[in-house]
Each structure stands twice: as structure tokens, then as C-alpha cells.
């Protein structure tokens, strides 16, 4: 079993495989099911993710608050203009993010990607990445795997919740997957997978936690846009042969203990960062009829 | 390792808004019905730290009731739990604790009837995976990594050997074990951590046993 990225990469190059190849095998392992049975499972979260997308790029979703909803399906006519200045599949992954994260706003059925704040990154980078490399289903199943062994040891290893670590520990943990899973499917080495992760997560680190009203839209929705852009472009400086000067295993080290430090304000309590800013407060209001805080 | 599987990871399946605040919640309301194993005439829910701030923003309250009433994270009748908790004739009362916990994500749980109430502290550690750090006034160390079997019971001899027979008849293996009294002679709970998931045949059987109360299993 891998504990860190380092001993994952290793695995990877001394057996000439994939990332994702390590990670269904230590699966199949730990579990006792088949090659089958994990592909299938894994089949059916990638079915969610597709819908969900799906969902948020077609129809109108709206939160039961009313803070989130319709930027997915928006920046997808905008798309269609023709007028993009980042590159249409840029934008098609910031939309199918902002779709996947507006569906799980609105208490729509998604897929925790590593979780529910940060769903968008992982399906929305590979949905748009879709139409340019036409992977197979077994190739796009594969790619949730080597996003998953990332997301692994950053949950083993730090952790993947904003109450204990903040947004980086999310949406940071999530791009850094993404970044490395866009690198296996784009036929770049292991280690290069491990170089995207470092240079997205360390573009991450520090980020807060600090939902309006309590709830995991404002600034959720649009942070899973910033996550996917992110991952496209540290996938593609590690393709292009760039390395990150801090190894991987220790900038997700560097996440862990900015979490520790971080107050309890900034991890998801409402009561710091944007949730604390007048119109946030101003929202809450709004929504609850009384602040929270004030109750 | 907290997590060693990638659909700790890659998942799980959920109603949003939040895998620790809303999947996990749920599922620390399931726990709760599955150890008190019938529906309850009434759920006590305390809130604390991040909980208590945000649970009405992150559906903690449909959520937890949810899984009282014995749904899975992506069961969509968890959006509307309040209400058919109500309709099913389960008082629900609900309160946010200022008092600070180990983890910042912790509710308190007391469900029960006329005929008895079970009382459990649940964390949600993120990604939707949950520990239960106390149950009926014991102390657990309920890890989350291995499917595990709780086992209320008399505090008499023989409890243990009992329950370590039938679990080697099927040729289950014990990972971890913890067995804690209130007081000597009365209630005990044994934590079994296992290999494995268990089949309901081999739950029933330990429940056949004189000197267990109950038996529950919590699954991956």
C-alpha cells in the first residue's frame, strides 16, 4: 500500500503502469472484489457525475436559498459566442464545475469528488477534456482512479475536510487530483502527475474556508470554477517538463499544518472571510430572517 | 490509515450540499437507528462546533433526521425528512451547543420510545466518512476503517467467549477489540472491528446468544 506520492510514483515507474493501474490494484486488494466490480462501482460514480453535469449545463438550477444557480449553463452560451478570451474548453470545464457544484447546491444527487464542496473539479476538467482527447468509458473511469490515489494520500496523509483544514483542504485537494489525473489521460508520466498536483495544490494552500450564511454556495460554486482552470494549467506546465521545487508529498505536508494553524473562523463556521463581510452578513440575514450569530 | 478505500475518495453517491455536513450526518443519524433497530417516537439532536454554526446551511437537520429514518446518502427523500419525520410521528427537537469538542464537527444523538432510548456521539471527519466516539455513556473508539459490530450485552462471563465462538465458526477475523462496562455486572458493550462486512445470518446468531442485549453492524 502507498503512503505517500512519492512511494505511489515509484510503484507506477518500477511497474511500468499508470497511476490509475496502482490504485484499482491496492482497491482489489483491500477490498477482495474483481477488476469488475471495482470498474463497475467506480462506472456507476462517473454516471452521477455525467448527469449532474449534464443537469447544471441544461437546466435551470436554482438553490433553495437562491444564491446559486444558472452560471454553469450561462458561461455555456457564452461559450457559443465565440468570443472566449481563455479558450472554449477552459471554459467548458469552469462551466461543468460551476454545473456540478449548482446541482449540489440546489441538494441534487452528485458524486463527493473528494467531497461535495469540491465536486465540480474533477468531473468538470474531465468532461471538457472529453471532447478533445475522446477517451473511452475504461479511460474516463481510469482517470477518477488517479485522481482518487491522489486524493488518498491527502486524506491519509492531511485531510480533505474544510472544518478541520479549510478550502484548501477541498477544492486545493481536488485541483491537485484533477491536475494530476488531466496528466496520465493526456499520456504524461507518473511523476509528471505528481509535478501538476504540486503546482496546483501549492497554488491552493492558504485558502479558507468561509461560507456565506453556513451554506456551500457562495463562494463554493465559483471556487470549483478557479479549481478546474487551475488543474488544466499546472497539468499542462507538467506536461510542458516544468517541476515544482517543493516535492509533492511536502506541499501537501505544508497544507496539513497550514490547516492546523488556521483559526476556527476560516474553517467553515460562517463566522470569518466572505461570510463575514456586510453583505454576506446581509444575506444570511436574508435567508435565516435573523443572523445566525445573533440567534 | 483514516481512509483505504478510493471510494472514501471517489464518493460517496449523496444528496448535497456537503459530504461531511450532510452525507455524514446522515449517516450518523443511521447508526443511531441501526443500533436503536426500530423507528423511534422521538430524536434528540445536539449541534456543536462547525455543526451548530452551519447545520441549517448544510441540510445537517434533513440530513441527520434522514438517516434516523434509515436513508442512505442518496436517498432523495432526505430533502423532505423534516416533514415526513413529522407525518411518521417522530418528535424531533434540535439544539446548537456552545460547548467546544475534540472535532469540530460533532452532534450528540438520543433517539428512542416508550420502551427505551439509545444516546451516541458521532463525528463526520470529511468526505462523508463518520466515526461514533460514544454510545450509551461508553466511550468508543469506533475508528470507521473496518466494518465493525457493536455488541450490548450482560457484563457476565463467558460474553466474550460467546461471541469470539460464532465469529470463528464463519471463519471471521477480529482486527480490534474493546469491551467496557458502566458498572461491574450490568450493562457491557463490546466493539468488534472486523475484515469484513457480516451477513445478517451471522448477526441474528449472536443475537440468539442469552447474554446479548443487542447486536449491530456498521458496514464500509
Redesign the interface.
Known amino acids: 500500500m502507498f503512503r505517500n506520492v512519492a512511494e505511489l510514483v515509484e510503484l507506477a515507474d518500477s511497474r511500468k503502469c499508470k497511476i490509475s493501474e496502482i490504485m484499482i490494484e491496492q482497491e482489489m486488494e483491500v477490498t477482495g472484489r474483481s477488476r469488475e466490480e471495482v470498474f463497475a462501482f467506480m462506472d456507476r460514480n462517473l454516471t452521477v457525475m455525467e448527469e449532474a453535469v449534464e443537469r447544471g449545463i441544461t437546466e435551470d438550477v436554482k438553490s433553495h436559498s437562491g444564491l446559486t444557480g444558472g452560471d454553469g449553463k450561462l458561461l455555456q452560451a457564452y461559450i457559443k459566442t465565440g468570443k472566449s478570451l481563455s479558450g472554449d474548453l477552459m471554459l467548458d470545464a469552469v462551466s461543468k464545475a460551476m454545473a456540478t457544484n449548482e446541482v449540489n447546491a440546489a441538494m441534487g444527487t452528485i458524486c463527493a469528488t473528494p467531497t461535495a464542496g469540491s465536486a465540480g473539479v474533477v468531473p468538470g476538467t474531465l468532461f471538457a477534456l472529453k471532447g478533445k482527447l475522446n477517451p473511452t468509458r475504461d479511460q474516463m473511469i481510469e482517470y477518477l482512479f488517479a485522481s482518487g490515489a491522489f486524493g488518498f494520500v491527502v486524506a491519509n496523509n492531511a485531510s480533505i475536510s474544510g472544518a478541520a483544514g479549510g478550502c484548501q483542504a477541498e477544492v486545493g485537494s481536488a485541483t491537485g487530483m484533477a491536475a494530476a489525473a488531466i496528466v496520465e489521460l493526456a499520456g504524461g508520466t507518473p511523476s509528471q502527475s505528481a509535478e501538476a498536483f504540486a503546482i496546483a495544490l501549492k497554488n491552493m494552500l492558504g485558502l479558507v474556508c468561509d461560507p456565506v450564511a453556513g451554506l456551500v454556495e457562495v463562494p463554493c460554486v465559483k471556487r470549483n470554477a478557479m479549481g478546474a482552470s487551475n488543474a488544466i494549467v499546472a497539468a499542462d506546465m507538467a506536461l510542458a517538463g516544468i517541476v515544482s521545487r517543493i516535492p509533492c508529498d511536502e506541499v501537501i505536508d505544508a497544507m496539513y499544518k497550514i490547516g492546523l494553524t488556521m483559526p476556527s473562523a476560516l474553517r467553515e463556521t460562517a463566522q470569518g472571510g466572505l461570510a463575514a463581510t456586510p453583505t454576506g452578513r446581509e444575506l444570511e440575514a436574508k435567508i435565516f430572517g435573523i443572523p445566525l450569530n445573533k440567534k | ?23 455524514g450526518a446522515a449517516r450518523i443519524g443511521r447508526v443511531a437507528r441501526h443500533l436503536f433497530g426500530r423507528k423511534p417516537d422521538f430524536a434528540k439532536i445536539s449541534f456543536y ?2 455543526f451548530a ?7 445537517t437537520d434533513v440530513a441527520i433526521v434522514g438517516g434516523i429514518l434509515d436513508y442512505d446518502t ?1 436517498d ?1 427523500r ?2 423532505e425528512a423534516l416533514t415526513i419525520a413529522k407525518q411518521e410521528g417522530i418528535k424531533v427537537t434540535m439544539t ?1 451547543e456552545d460547548a467546544v469538542t475534540d472535532h ?2 460533532t452532534a450528540r444523538v438520543i433517539i428512542g420510545d416508550s420502551e427505551g432510548q439509545i444516546e451516541l456521539v458521532g463525528i463526520s ?4 466518512k463518520i466515526e461514533i466516539t460514544e454510545l450509551n455513556g461508553f466511550e468508543l473508539r469506533l475508528s470507521g476503517n473496518h466494518p465493525a459490530l457493536l455488541i450490548v450485552h450482560n457484563d457476565k462471563y463467558g460474553a466474550i467467549a460467546g461471541v469470539a465462538n460464532i465469529l470463528a465458526k464463519h471463519e471471521i477475523n477480529i482486527g480490534h477489540m474493546e469491551v467496557s462496562r458502566k458498572e461491574k455486572g450490568k450493562e457491557a458493550l463490546m466493539v468488534i472491528e472486523i475484515d ?1 462486512n457480516v451477513d445478517d445470518v451471522i448477526t441474528d446468531e449472536l443475537s440468539t446468544l442469552p447474554i446479548v442485549q443487542k447486536v449491530v453492524k456498521i458496514h464500509d
Open positions: 490509515m483514516k481512509y483505504k478505500s478510493v471510494f472514501d475518495i471517489i464518493g460517496p453517491i449523496m444528496i448535497g450540499p456537503s459530504s461531511s455536513h450532510t452525507a462546533g462547525s454554526k452551519t447545520y441549517k446551511g448544510h441540510g442518496f432523495t432526505i430533502v446548537e469540530p464537527n471527519i470529511g468526505g462523508g469484513q
